[in-house]
């Protein structure tokens, strides 16, 4: 009787601690007009460390030491997704981020999403055909080839985009005109606008669950923190050779490291504050 | 008395001055702006007019940047350096271009002529807008060798352009859209639609002379299914047998990375010959005689040459001394003087 009593007050006390949780964690109602920001960061490491521009010297799978002068990506069309499976699309003309190793305004993707707790992400690394081909007074901010932000990342001759940017230097790489030993990887192709031809669009999709949804709310900040690991662009399913492919621009090759830079990104943690 | 004449004669002189100056300083003849119209022999444009309509402002401002060395790294080049409206806007008598510091390109200059009814621009076809074709040579090493960004700076800094893209555009910020429209606005402007040939089209009165009659109906048998009536070309790209030029240009390969791309050309206009010396996409012939005896003699069979000039058997096209003439015959009434003359397409 004791031990009923005893379990009966446990269970009362044990169901108002869920009951006040649950109070205190209540999603709020979904409403796509009414926004709260969410940022994503891209932290860019190589392997197990943080990677430093033009000083440390990395290693890829083929055996070559390689530094790292320039990193540059486009990331758009962000989505987010709660369990129940209800998705909200950030509108196009506010979805294209440009990111810089070593800029401080270019190193996460700050969007607005309605309150809710989100537990799926996805992107597009690279630039949609649909904007790659759209008229030029729609090609606003990181997509202005007249903008200090999109900093030459557009292919004049063949209009398009360059989706990924990656320069350094190697002993493996050959001597360039310039007397240096450069490797040059300018990665892009949405596809083909009459005549299709390679696209190297990639759509990254991660799951948050595990390590922390984005808990968005209009009080708080809730920033996705994403490990995005630079050594898997030379070391993936193809292990890129410096010195067998020094410069890799709009050519059939570029799809092998476009497939594994898309590998290159995994979810660290959130920070709902 | 003396005085009085004195002052007559002061008079007269100062009137005599005035109207001399007004007559150092004539009234420019206005030619009314008649925006852009289709000429009655050709099809509707393909260009979207619906997001950059041409006004006279607009065009004005184009072609003040058109002929503009500002657009170019050390303000040394414009476009008109290289498209010159006296040789149908090529770059008359240079196979390939030579652009800053007297760089060389790869390739000969495409005419800015008709360029409303093209689907794509450049000899590979890279481009798909007109409005984005100016980022190539102005970016191009061997061209203007400029940033978009720098041009755009110059022209916010300059004098007069922030008042004419107001006057254009509703604003004196520049941006790239608008400086890319502008430029759209002035080379879809270059219309030639006023050869012999049009005029005979539109039945305005002229004829063809016996020898152009019969090279017309030679054209139409042999050369008109590349070089379509009445832009006399059809905008496919091509490998019409010249061979492998010694820079080994691939042509839409580089754009499409399709073997069967390799060595493909656009297929350029028969307009304005006279003017556009020399012919093919790296300028290598110099006559239209060597560029007909190419096509008789010379075809190289080449795993992507067009089907159409390997029939039968026979590489090229056959074609006797009288058939030659008379083709030359026909394809002289493609000139247009007009256009290569049309003062409103001039440097002002």
């Known amino acids: 009787m004791k031990t009923i009593n005893k379990l009966f007050i446990l269970s ?88 810089k190793e070593g800029d401080e305004d270019h190193e996460e993707a700050l969007v607005n999403v309605p309150e809710g707790d989100y537990t799926s992400l996805a992107f597009t690394v690279g630039i949609d055909s649909l904007r790659s081909t759209m008229d030029v007074s729609k090609r606003t901010g990181v997509l202005d080839p007249a903008s200090p932000e999109n900093d030459g990342l557009y292919w004049g001759w063949n209009s398009g985009y360059i989706f990924f940017k990656m320069e350094g230097t190697s002993s493996a790489a050959p001597v360039d005109g310039s007397g240096q030993h450069i490797f040059r990887y300018h990665i892009g192709g949405f596809g083909g606008y009459s005549s299709p031809t390679i ?6 999709t991660l799951d948050l669950t595990e390590r922390g949804p984005a808990l968005v709310r209009k009080d708080k900040k809730s920033n996705i923190h994403l490990m995005v690991d630079i050594d898997k662009v030379l070391s993936g399913a193809t292990t890129v050779s410096i010195a067998a492919n020094p410069s890799v621009m709009f050519s059939d090759y570029s799809v092998n490291i476009a497939n594994n830079y898309a590998t290159m990104f995994r979810h660290d943690h959130t920070e709902n504050e | 008395m003396k005085i009085k004449s004195i002052i007559i004669f002061t008079l007269c002189v100062s009137m005599l001055i005035v109207a001399a100056c007004h007559k150092d300083a004539p009234e420019k003849v206005e030619i009314p702006f008649q925006g852009f119209e289709t000429p009655s022999n050709f099809p509707a444009p393909a260009y979207h007019f619906e997001t950059n309509e041409i006004t006279k402002a607009g065009f004005e401002l184009g072609r003040k940047l058109f002929y503009d060395p500002i657009l170019s790294r050390n303000n040394t080049i414009s476009c008109g350096s290289c498209h010159i409206q006296s040789a149908g806007f090529t770059h008359h008598g240079h196979d390939i271009s030579h652009g800053i510091d007297d760089r060389l390109g790869k390739r000969n200059a495409p005419a800015i002529m008709n360029l409303a009814w093209s689907k794509s621009f450049m000899a590979d076809g890279g481009i798909f807008d007109l409005d984005l074709q100016p980022i190539a040579p102005i970016t191009t090493f061997e061209e203007m060798d400029e940033t978009m960004q720098h041009v755009i700076e110059k022209l916010q800094q300059h004098k007069d352009y922030p008042a004419l893209f107001q006057n254009a555009f509703g604003s004196s910020t520049i941006t790239s859209a608008n400086f890319l429209k502008a430029l759209s606005q002035f080379m879809l402007m270059c219309i030639s639609s006023n050869s012999k040939y049009d005029s005979i089209m539109r039945n305005e009165g002229p004829a063809f002379t016996a020898a152009e009659q019969e090279g017309y109906s ?38 499409t990375l399709d073997e069967a791309d390799k060595y493909k050309f656009k297929v350029p206009s028969l307009r304005n010959l006279q003017y556009t010396s020399p012919y093919m996409h790296d300028g290598r012939f110099y006559t239209l005689d060597a560029v007909l005896d190419q096509y008789v003699n010379h075809v190289t069979a080449m795993p992507t040459l067009d089907s159409l000039l390997q029939q039968n058997n026979v590489y090229g096209i056959p074609l006797t001394m009288d058939e030659k003439t008379k083709i030359l015959a026909f394809l002289n009434t493609l000139n247009d003087k007009h256009f290569v003359t049309n003062p409103i397409l001039a440097e002002q």
């Open chain 2, 218 to 255: 030679i054209y139409k048998q042999k050369c008109s299914q590349c070089h379509t009536e009445p832009l006399f070309s059809d905008n496919s790209f091509r490998n019409n047998g010249i061979g492998i030029g010694y820079n080994g240009d691939v042509g839409r390969y580089a754009v």
């Open chain 1, 199 to 204: 696209n190297n669009i990639k759509t990254i």
């Open chain 1, 12 to 99: 009362i006390s044990l169901l108002s601690v869920f009951a006040s949780c649950k109070k205190e964690k209540k999603e709020p109602v979904f409403d796509d007009k009414d926004l709260a920001p969410l940022s994503i960061e891209f932290d860019n490491i190589v392997g197990g460390k943080n990677l430093i521009l033009n000083s440390e010297t990395y290693t890829n799978a083929a055996g070559e030491d390689y530094k790292i002068s320039l990193l540059e990506y486009y990331i758009s069309n962000i989505k987010v997704r709660k369990a129940d499976g209800t998705e909200y699309v950030v509108p196009q003309d506010n979805s294209y981020f440009l990111i």
